[in-house]
């Protein structure tokens, strides 16, 4: 029976943390469709890669920093 509970208590910590991941990932989505990199005036191709760079590289930071967030709180 306690290893029953144990393995009840580990999947549902389990579930939780994808549960968590998932909802961080959602709002990172939400928050990179609300920045728009699109401009009405005419830019460079280099310009438009650059911020085409940026916003790439800052979806990725969010994504690293709230799947880390995440495993710190089920420690």
């Known amino acids: 029976d306690e290893d029953r509970l144990q393995l009840r208590f580990f999947w549902q910590t389990i579930?939780?943390?994808?549960?968590?991941?998932r909802k961080s990932i959602e709002m990172i989505i939400e928050?990179?469709?609300?920045?728009?990199?699109?401009?009405g005036l005419a830019?460079?191709?280099d310009h438009i890669r650059a911020q085409t760079q940026t916003a790439f590289n800052t979806i990725l930071?969010?994504?690293?920093?709230?799947?880390?967030?995440?495993?710190?709180?089920l420690q």
Request: hydrophobic fraction near 40%.
């Open 15 to 21: 579930a939780g943390f994808c549960q968590l991941s």
């Open 31 to 39: 928050q990179f469709q609300r920045d728009s990199i699109i401009s």
């Open 43 to 45: 830019m460079q191709e």
């Open 61 to 73: 930071n969010k994504t690293r920093s709230a799947f880390f967030r995440n495993l710190l709180s």
